[in-house]
């Protein structure tokens, strides 16, 4: 990797060592995990509670380990994405407090994003040439943030429930009563949001990759087929049963994105083509 220094207007460059290069991995990554920490702790600390002034009512942060964020945000999924007749359960002391913890977890990564991007693109732009380098920013960090909490609101609002209500009616043609365990159920879908919104970012991952001039736009329509096995494998991988419809629930949409990112890394290929043409 070369990192691009200026010297009095004239642009030149150095090349790091591989130490130097982990030295700084390692500090990009500390400042991203200090990052989650800090709001996931803030998530199992505080939670909103509502306060009244001059007439107006106001819900504000207030620390409540037995009312945070955590159960919060846990009550309100269990309200909305369990199946009627479905009930939470658990089978062992902690188990709540454990699955509040993975919750806070991903409260830390989804608040976290601006600072992960930050780093991740700090980290790999000098990879870029300088064109690129200028416009990066823009094309790279606000997308990257939209699609991946476009991928967390499209599982919990079509994915998790058509997953959840198919499932449970094979009990329910069975006439047995369904309880589920709050680890399983915060499991199942967290590990639904982190599937989707690291799907979502597949366009992103593309448009990055070519900005390096590594890999040659038509790289990815040649290679469409193929993807769209790899896609199917990681749906079957991801998705926390042994169904096809959830891993085609996760697949789909990946090949969608798939053609989307191929089609955007074209374009802008032929506009470069343009713009060079013209010089």
Not at 25 to 48: D, E, N, S
Request: net charge positive; glycine share 8%.
């Amino acid at each position: 990797m070369v990192r691009w220094l200026t010297f009095e207007g004239t642009a030149t460059h150095t090349e790091l060592t591989l130490q130097q290069h982990l030295d700084e991995l390692r500090a990009r990554a500390l400042r991203i995990l200090i990052c989650i920490t800090a709001i996931a702790f803030f998530t199992l600390i505080f939670g909103f509670k509502q306060f009244e002034f001059n007439g107006f009512v106001l819900y504000l942060p207030y620390p409540n380990l037995f009312h945070n964020f955590s159960i919060q945000i846990m009550a309100f999924m269990q309200a909305a994405l369990l199946p009627e007749g479905v009930k939470l359960i658990q089978t062992s002391p902690g188990q709540a407090f454990v699955a509040q913890l993975y919750v806070a977890c991903l409260v830390g990564l989804i608040g976290s994003m601006p600072v992960t991007i930050k780093e991740v693109y700090g980290f790999i732009a000098p990879a870029f040439d300088r064109r690129s380098k200028r416009a990066g920013i823009k094309t790279i960090f606000l997308p990257t943030i939209a699609l991946f909490l476009a991928g967390i609101v499209f599982s919990y609002v079509t994915v998790i429930p058509l997953a959840l209500a198919f499932l449970y009616k094979w009990g329910q043609s069975l006439g047995v009563e369904t309880f589920l365990n709050i680890n399983d159920f915060i499991t199942f879908v967290l590990q639904f949001f982190l599937g989707f919104g690291i799907a979502f970012e597949l366009p992103m991952i593309m448009y990055a990759l070519s900005l390096t001039d590594l890999i040659e736009p038509k790289f990815w329509r040649h290679n469409f087929r193929y993807a769209i096995m790899i896609m199917v494998i990681i749906g079957a991988i991801i998705t926390p049963d042994g169904s096809g419809l959830t891993m085609w629930l996760v697949a789909g949409p990946m090949v969608g994105l798939y053609a989307i990112g191929m089609v955007a890394i074209e374009r802008k290929a032929a506009r470069r083509a343009e713009i060079y043409a013209g010089l």
